[in-house]
T-cell receptor
Framework: RKEVEQDPGPFNVPEGATVAFNCTYS??????FFWYRQDCRKEPKLLMS???SGNEDGRFTAQLNRASQYISLLIRDSKLSDSATYLC????????????FGKGTRLSVIA | NAGVTQTPKFRILKIGQSMTLQCAQD?????MYWYRQDPGMGLKLIYY???????DKGEVPNGYNVSRSTTEDFPLRLELAAPSQTSVYFC????????????FGPGTRLTVL
């Protein structure tokens, strides 16, 4: 099992739609979880941290399921500006990989 | 506050040439990282540093070297460039290693021909 796995997409959704991404991780001892956003040809930027109890930031909701080792990101009322690649990030399971980045899920929001 | 800066933005190298990718941060972060990102792939850690004078290998260190003489700077050296090193290189920094957010520079696009 890969350390962090994501559906690469693309997810093509109309403006205003609700879309959800899942991510699975292999290390049951992982403690830190994040969603990053990466625009085309740009650097990754933190979207939100993921907390055990779940957390919300405006239209974005992140959930953590430790028992099943997956993380989810829900985007409500999608905007054109949400089009990007969303990276699932988990702290690594060995001393030389502080954070492990998934390959990302590509989202295109269409007018 | 510029955050993390990287130079150059673009570079084309010939096989066998060497170069240094520069990275600097002005947030007084102790931890700094170098990643490479190949098309359609995730970020792979090359080297990281937990403070001035201390560096450690990541997942894909072969063909690269780093140094960390100051808190602010973390250059990445490519010796004897190979086509397999064609990639986008990102530098990042964080206050601590695992729990904290990493802040990324804008990247260097390197092509080796």
């Amino acid at each position: 099992r890969k350390e962090v796995e994501q559906d690469p997409g693309p997810f093509n959704v109309p403006e205003g739609a609700t879309v959800a991404f899942n991510c699975t991780y292999s290390n049951s001892a992982s403690q830190s979880f994040f969603w990053y956003r990466q625009d085309c040809r740009k650097e990754p930027k933190l979207l939100m941290s993921v907390y055990s109890s779940g957390n919300e930031d405006g239209r974005f909701t992140a959930q953590l399921n430790r028992a099943s080792q997956y993380i989810s990101l829900l985007i409500r009322d999608s905007k054109l500006s949400d089009s990007a690649t969303y990276l699932c990030v988990v702290n690594g399971n060995s001393g030389n990989t502080p954070l492990v980045f998934g390959k990302g899920t590509r989202l295109s929001v269409i007018a | 506050n510029a955050g993390v800066t990287q130079t150059p933005k673009f570079r084309i190298l010939k096989i066998g040439q060497s170069m240094t990718l520069q990275c600097a941060q002005d947030m007084n972060h102790n931890y700094m990282y170098w990643y490479r990102q190949d098309p359609g792939m995730g970020l792979k850690l090359i080297y990281y540093s937990v403070g001035a004078g201390i560096t450690d290998k990541g997942e894909v260190p072969n063909g690269y070297n780093v140094s960390r003489s100051t808190t602010e700077d973390f250059p990445l050296r490519l010796e004897l460039a190979a086509p397999s090193q064609t990639s986008v290189y990102f530098c990042a920094s964080s206050p601590s290693r695992e729990a904290d957010t990493q802040y990324f520079g804008p990247g260097t696009r390197l092509t080796v021909l």
